[in-house]
Each structure stands twice: as structure tokens, then as C-alpha cells.
């Protein structure tokens, strides 16, 4: 995903960690900690929860990367759509292949809380996705022999020939109509 390559992009990804409201604190604790405050043991319970969370996280050039994922980078919230629309619409992936693909895409580099959820939200949402979505049902079933009529012109059977070689009086079709009993044509 060429998302991940643009600075300016990483630049507004720093400037979004500090608005988010759930990691924000983390990147925070982890910018500031220090030898002292490692050792020291948070007084609220807030605090210990913020502490907590960021024992699974490190902090590289103020980016925010989950270590037991592999070092995914954590996507705040305001960016993950541009994250699932470039993975969704890639074309090099030939795009629009449903959640499972999409979420596999975007979950290869990146990481964040429920990123399947906002995965499926965003293919439920995306107009190319319904358009172009295959057909998951099974087969229809055999087609059922029409009954047979009791009587002539119960039922009559019309087709229409057409795309032949224009006749002297300007015509290119010819409608058969048939008595299925009978077979007697008009």
C-alpha cells in the first residue's frame, strides 16, 4: 500500500495520536517516560490502565507500533477510512474483493482495536463493492417440464426469429406461433 510511504502522511498520522482520545494517553506515557517514572507505580486507576495498555506498544519516531502484532502501526481513528479505502480500491490487488481480502490487506501493516468491524462497515458501505459482488448462492434448481394441454389453444407457444436477411418487402423477423397439442403452426 503506497499510503504508508507518504511523510506528509505519517506527519498527519503523529498529528491525529494526540487527538485520539483511547491511545493518546499511551503515546504520551510512552514519550514521556523515563527510567524514574518506569519504576514508578501509577496512582489511578486510569493511570494504570494507560500504563497497562502501553506495555504492548512502543513508541518509534513518534509513531505508535503494536510489538505482539509485529510492529504494526497503530491507525487512529479519523484515518483508518483512508487506510481501508486504499486497500479496498487497490488496484494491484484488483480491489473491491470483500472484507476478508480488504481486512487482510490493511491488517499486514496496520493495526488497530475492532479492525474487522470497521473493515465490514466500510465494504457494506462502498457502491463498487455491491456492484460488482459475486453471486454466493448455490445453483438454481432443474428446470420443470410445462404440463401438457388437455385441449387446443389452451396454451400456445410464440417465438421470434430474427437478424435474418431483409426480404423484398423490408422485413428481418419472422413470429412463429405454435398449438403445443396440436404442433399445428400459424
Given at each position: 500500500m503506497c499510503i504508508s510511504a507518504s511523510t506528509e502522511w505519517l506527519g498527519n498520522i503523529r498529528k491525529r495520536y494526540k487527538e485520539d482520545a483511547i491511545f493518546g494517553p499511551v503515546v504520551r506515557n510512552l514519550s514521556n517516560s523515563t527510567m524514574k517514572e518506569k519504576e514508578k507505580?501509577?496512582?489511578s486507576k486510569q493511570d494504570r490502565r494507560i500504563s497497562e495498555r502501553a506495555k504492548s506498544y512502543t513508541l518509534e519516531e513518534?509513531?505508535?507500533?503494536?510489538k505482539p502484532?509485529?510492529?504494526k502501526?497503530?491507525?487512529?481513528?479519523?484515518?483508518?477510512a483512508d487506510v481501508i479505502r486504499e486497500a479496498n480500491d487497490s488496484i494491484l490487488g484488483s480491489g473491491h474483493n470483500g472484507v476478508a481480502k480488504t481486512a487482510a490487506a490493511v491488517s499486514a501493516q496496520y493495526h488497530w482495536p475492532k479492525l474487522i468491524d470497521?473493515?465490514?462497515?466500510?465494504?457494506?458501505?462502498?457502491d463498487t463493492c455491491h456492484r460488482v459482488k459475486h453471486k454466493n448462492a448455490r445453483p438454481y434448481g432443474l428446470l420443470n417440464a410445462l404440463p401438457i394441454p388437455l385441449k387446443s389453444t389452451e396454451r400456445i407457444n410464440i417465438d421470434f426469429v430474427t437478424k435474418l436477411l431483409m426480404s423484398e418487402t423490408g422485413y428481418n423477423a419472422?413470429?412463429?406461433?405454435?398449438?403445443p397439442l396440436t404442433k399445428h403452426a400459424w
Open positions: 507505580k501509577p496512582t513518534s509513531l505508535l507500533y503494536h502484532l509485529g510492529g502501526l497503530y491507525i487512529p481513528k479519523p484515518l483508518r470497521s473493515v465490514a462497515e466500510w465494504v457494506a458501505r462502498c419472422v413470429a412463429t406461433i405454435i398449438d
